[in-house]
């Protein structure tokens, strides 16, 4: 069973009981990791990985009791605001390390994932006019997710139900190629949380935890675009699980993200 057929089967569940929340379906291929940055780290230029592709994470809070460093003893990283919205999408990050992260993580909290009309307005905004086809190609894959959940091919999200969709975590690393500066492309694993309420029902009692979903983004025209161009796709790894409590983790670079309350 692939990714959009157990997608599938979690949405239909999820709107006949609201027992099960569906896993997002967009897929961008690729993981990859560029070290990350303490909580000041946003609000600085890109830098790129040393000579041998990656860099430390910085930021590491002291162990304390001796213990081996985890995500969840390590410092946070910091979202920069957008500036502006537009097509649904948040726009306006810097052109940092910090700013491409915050642009992915805003993406995906924001992003319909289950009404397609809405989805293609976000994409045609933070798509990179060099990925041929990628905006059709994640429409479809939404698509797919409601007809496998019993709903309409093209549609809203049905009434009633709110998603909410929460990033935990992200792991980054900077890609090479095309004559661009090393930090401006990034391929970035997001590690997150959905849950779905109704009026009736405000809490989710199985909610999706610890998903995971990767995608590589890079400067261009002053802002943060999406691309999947096969001189980026074919760069990218494949991380460890994430766990707060891994130090195993820790050292693939997977940083916990900080959300302002």
């Not at 992260?101 to 293609?120: G, I, L, N, P, T």
């Not at 009026?199 to 261009?220: C, H, L, R, S, Y």
């Not at 074919?234 to 997977?254: E, G, L, M």
Request: hydrophobic residues 35%.
């Amino acid at each position: 069973m692939d990714i959009h057929e157990r997608g599938a089967r979690r949405a239909k569940l999820l709107l006949v009981g609201l027992t099960v929340l569906v896993v997002g379906a967009l897929t961008v291929g690729g993981i990859a990791a560029y070290s990350l940055i303490d909580e000041d780290s946003s609000s600085k230029p890109a830098s790129g990985p040393t000579a041998t592709g990656e860099t430390k994470p910085s930021g590491s809070a002291s162990a304390g009791s001796g213990g081996e460093m985890t995500p969840e003893r390590a410092k946070k990283v910091s979202l920069n605001a957008p500036t502006g919205q537009k097509g649904g999408a948040s726009i306006g990050f810097p052109h940092s390390a910090g700013g491409a992260v915050s642009a992915v993580v805003h993406f995906w909290e924001e992003h319909a994932w289950m009404d397609d009309q809405k989805a293609r307005q976000q994409l045609e905004v933070v798509t990179s006019p060099d990925a041929a086809g990628y905006i059709d190609k994640q429409i479809s894959e939404v698509r797919k997710l409601r007809e496998g959940a019993g709903l309409p091919a093209s549609g809203g999200t049905p009434a009633g139900i709110t998603f909410t969709t929460t990033v935990e975590a992200v792991r980054m690393r900077s890609l090479v190629g095309d004559g661009l500066p090393r930090g401006d492309v990034v391929h970035i694993w997001l590690s997150f949380d959905r849950y779905a309420t109704t009026p009736e029902k405000a809490t989710d009692d199985n909610p999706v935890k610890g998903d995971t979903v990767d995608f590589i983004v890079k400067w261009q025209d002053g802002a943060w675009k999406l691309t999947d161009e096969p001189v980026y796709f074919k760069q990218r790894t494949f991380p460890v699980a994430y766990d707060p409590d891994s130090p195993f983790a820790w050292q693939d670079q997977w940083i916990q993200v900080r959300h302002e309350d």
